[in-house]
């Protein structure tokens, strides 16, 4: 069984609305979770995370606009989107690391990755 799986990517009007949920293996229940994404052409960057001890954290170019979230009863990971963009269009990957603490765990969640899932924002 995959430890990360994202599920809700799909195409939205600019300005519309999506969430996204990553199922997380209770064996990551302690660990940094995190979104990341990656556009066509450019380089894997970090949009939020939320570490162990809760804090949540945002990328500027999301912050505002996105709320991470976790349900840890369900291990699910959420990332609320809303005011989207044509430039949010990107591959959106669920990802854990063990340890992370202060307000940039946006960038550094990143040692497991799910399969990715496709967000896509029309003009």
């Known amino acids: 069984e995959a430890p990360l799986v994202e599920t809700g990517g799909g195409s939205v009007q600019a300005g519309g609305s999506l969430t996204l949920s990553c199922q997380v293996t209770?064996?990551?229940?302690?660990?940094?979770v995190a979104w990341f994404r990656q556009a066509p052409g450019k380089e894997r960057e970090g949009v939020a995370a939320?570490?162990?001890?809760?804090?949540?954290s945002y990328s500027d170019s999301v912050q505002g606009r996105f709320t991470i979230d976790k349900d840890g009863h369900k291990s699910i990971l959420y990332l609320q989107m809303s005011s989207l963009k044509p430039e949010d269009t990107a591959m959106y990957y669920c990802?854990?690391?063990?340890?992370?603490?202060?307000?940039?765990?946006?960038?550094?969640?990143?040692?497991?990755w799910g399969q990715g899932t496709q967000v896509t924002v029309t003009s």
């Open positions: 990802a854990a690391a063990p340890f992370c603490a202060g307000h940039e765990c946006y960038q550094h969640c990143g040692d497991h």
């Open positions: 209770p064996y990551f229940s302690r660990y940094c």
């Open positions: 939320i570490n162990s001890q809760g804090l949540a």
